[in-house]
């Protein structure tokens, strides 16, 4: 690993970004932790927060992105850089909100890259965001991986 990053998925609201980050978690445990390990699409609907260990790095996970405030994802935010000590922090926000900012000074304060990405979206039918979601993650996925072998 080059250097310590957070992954930024970021979005309006209602676009998929916690459904993406979601499938991404389950890619990185049937990746790194659990061969075996498999899922059913949809993913049950509560938000994630997790630290997982992926190729002996800790990687921290946050779905929620909505308001920084609520439900203590302040706190949760500071934890992966302060407490848990992250290689790579994958998390949501909304385009222009506090979490953003926050994210942002999260990055500048503790060294870490900041990569800002969205996940596949389409406004017009066939498109459901939902199916969308799973390349999204295969590709976030495949992403994390690049950070975590230094490869970016």
């Not at 049950?44 to 990687?59: A, H, R």
Request: charged share 20%; glycine share 8%; hydrophobic share 35%.
């Amino acid at each position: 690993m080059k250097q310590k990053t957070i992954i930024q998925v970021w979005g309006k609201q209602g676009c998929g970004k916690s459904g993406t980050i979601k499938i991404l978690r389950e890619e990185l445990i049937k990746n790194y932790i659990n061969t075996s390990h498999s899922y059913t699409l949809p993913l049950p609907g509560g938000e994630i927060s997790d630290v997982l260990n992926c190729l002996g790095y800790t990687v921290g996970i946050e779905s929620m992105g909505d308001y920084l405030w609520a439900y203590n994802l302040h706190d949760r935010l500071n934890d992966y850089v302060l407490k848990h000590n992250c290689d790579l922090i994958i998390c949501a926000s909304r385009v222009r909100n506090d979490v953003s900012r926050h994210i942002k000074h999260l990055a500048d304060t503790h060294g870490y890259r900041l990569i800002k990405v969205t996940n596949y979206r389409g406004d017009e039918p066939p498109f459901i965001p939902d199916s969308l979601n799973q390349p999204s993650a295969i590709h976030l996925a495949n992403l994390a991986h690049q950070v975590l072998t230094g490869l970016i």
